[in-house]
């Protein structure tokens, strides 16, 4: 009999814990809380929505404005504006056909070249860089009709240009890798060690590389 009662007790003590467990349970799931909380996220969401949609109207108010403004006042071109100011006879006002600039600092010489004249002195290898950097190279001397015309722009200085001699097959070639024709230019050699040449007034000559002159660079002109 008291086994059986004791059975019973522990029994209802179970289904006491079960319905207390339950009763926890149901009260995290109907809590008022949760019932509010979708309704809150929606709102949320709507502001977003409401905000995103006035960034997109006022950046499109922007573009449409922009856009009208540029039909209005419409910029001139760079080029047009480059053919006034260089391609003008600034005394008939009549503009050239065909017009050839060269960059500022640059000499406008012989055929379709610019000439660039440095005040520095350098080595050959180093002019030479220079000249590559700025789209250019070491001038080179085509004939006696160039050679003159150099003459008359240089000063009473030596001037490194773009004849070199390399080992590979000890030919002096120009910067375009075309070989000396001294038929058309001559070239005093003095030392076979010389392998870079320099212009000196109406006469070119080899010297050794490392040593510092001035340079010429050469470049096409540029069409407007």
């Not at 108010?61 to 001139?76: D, K, R, S, W």
């Not at 391609?87 to 012989?110: F, S």
């Not at 001699?165 to 001294?182: H, Q, Y």
């Amino acid at each position: 009999m008291a086994e059986r009662n004791r059975y019973e007790c522990v029994k209802f003590s179970n289904i006491v814990e079960e319905a207390s467990a339950g009763a926890s349970i149901s009260t995290v799931i109907m809590t008022p809380e949760d019932r509010e909380a979708p309704p809150h996220r929606a709102s949320s969401c709507s502001r977003v929505t409401i905000v995103l949609g006035a960034a997109v109207f006022v950046l499109l108010v922007v573009v449409i404005g922009m856009g009208v403004a540029m039909q209005l006042c419409p910029e001139p071109a760079p080029e047009t504006e480059l053919r006034k100011m260089f391609c003008v006879d600034p005394n008939t006002g009549i503009e050239a056909k065909v017009c050839e600039i060269c960059p500022d600092g640059w000499k406008k010489g012989y055929k379709e070249s610019c000439y660039f004249i440095s005040t520095e002195s350098q080595s050959w290898d180093i002019a030479n860089s220079y000249c590559s950097k700025v789209g250019a190279h070491l001038v080179g001397i085509e004939n006696e009709e160039e050679q003159n015309f150099l003459q008359g722009v240089q000063s009473s200085s030596y001037y490194w240009i773009g004849l070199n001699c390399k080992e590979k097959d000890w030919k002096w070639r120009w910067a375009d890798n075309n070989e000396l024709d001294e038929k058309k230019i001559s070239l005093s050699k003095s030392d076979p060690s010389y392998r870079c040449a320099y212009v000196y007034k109406d006469k070119i000559y080899s010297y050794t590389c490392d040593y510092k002159y001035k340079w010429i660079c050469e470049r096409e002109v540029v069409r407007l």
